[in-house]
């Protein structure tokens, strides 16, 4: 069932709009065992929720730019 591994948020309860809006993601973290995220409604830009996710490429990929690591 690798097709339910990863869900993305497109509408949120907002408590402050009192209905579901449309969100924003917002990378907030970047460390090596994963991102760490948070969705914003898109009307009042009250925060709704967040994410973690264990995908450390982000991470590997800034040291690669900034030279710390070498391939």
């Not at 970047?30 to 450390?56: F, H, I």
Request: proline share 3%.
């Amino acid at each position: 069932m690798k097709q339910y591994e990863s869900f993305e948020v497109s509408e949120v309860l907002c408590a402050k709009c009192g209905r579901a809006q449309p969100v924003h993601r917002r990378l907030l973290l970047v460390l090596p065992t994963g991102n760490t995220y948070e969705y914003r409604c898109s009307v009042c830009g009250s925060v709704v929720g967040g994410k973690e996710d264990s995908d450390a490429s982000e991470y590997h990929e800034i040291l690669n730019r900034s030279g710390r690591i070498t391939s």
